[in-house]
């Protein structure tokens, strides 16, 4: 390590799992705190244990000679500092364990490094609070908002995002107008006036909050919602089939938990025609001419699924159109239709939105839930998701 000395192994035998060795720093004066005098007179000398780096499979402890100087100037006495010390570990102790809680548990990290817990979370702490800094001081075009939970169904959490980077902004607790809102405020009002385009998941208190926040940015309803939106409706009609369905086999039994034919179709009825194989498509044929309710919802699903793109297209068209500055009278018209219905459009002159990277985010939230079976406090949570998306 950079400024030290010495390196002796103490206290250790070749069957021990420990290893401690005794260091020096090689520096020749230390800086005196009270007035900042250069002092090179030794006063004493004081043993510290600083955890480090395991050696060949060996938990490894330092053991610092520290000395204590004394000031020419002001007669103070102060124990030396380190650089690469802090609070009894090695920073590259540190870093490693910060590095290692991206992807296993902090209580197999304080196992595998002989660390406590509390002490390893707030190293995960600091650094998510440096890195959240860091992010939410860059400016952020895009902006991503979306709800996950502390466990399933348990606890919301806002996670914000930025659509430039993919990385997360945020975590804030709950999910209300509030939660987004006083994020906003945090960022002041000149980083939200540089947002342009914010996509949501369609909640109400989000939208309160954009419109309240960010009235001048294009809100934006990601597909993915508006297609649940949309398909809410035939689910609805699918389950109650089956339970129909099931009842009439066997009325006086307790029905299996699905009536297997119609289950097995519940993805492939959401689909949008024009993406059916013809195996699909035979299959649901074969569905339909036994309910034909489910034929009908069908055809609704797949009705609204043509409104969007061809809402989508035509004002694909017209932005292409109007981009290339042959009509600039249209401006203000312009503005009107996208301020129309954009909500449910995910629409944007010459570049469509994407909320690819929020769904990235929440999978690797999901699979860090997984590390530890659920959170069950937030600042953890947050901590630790900040970290890894
Ligand atoms: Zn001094």
Redesign the pocket.
Known sequence: MPGLAGGRPEQSSLFSTLLEVGVESAREWSR??????K?RKVWDRRSKRVRDLAVSGRRTTLVWRRRRFW??????R?LEGHAQFEGGLTRRLSRRMVADARVMSIRAVARHHGVGWHRIMALVRAEAARVEKRRRARRCRVLLVDETSIRRRHRYVTVVASGDTGEVLAMIPGRGKGSLSGFFRDQGPDWCRQVEIVMSDGSRPYRAAINQCLPHARHVLDRFHVVRWFTEGLTLVRRELQRRELQRRDPDQTPPAYEPDLFRARFTILRRADHLSDAHQAHLDRLFSAHPRLKVAWDALQELYGIYEAANQALERFADLYDSGQIPEYHDVVDKIIAWGQEILAFHPGRRASNGPLEGINNLLQVLRRVPHGFTNYDNYAARGLLVA
Do not use: A, K, T
């Open positions: 005196c705190p009270q007035c900042g005098f002092c000031c020419g100037n002001c007669d103070e102060h």
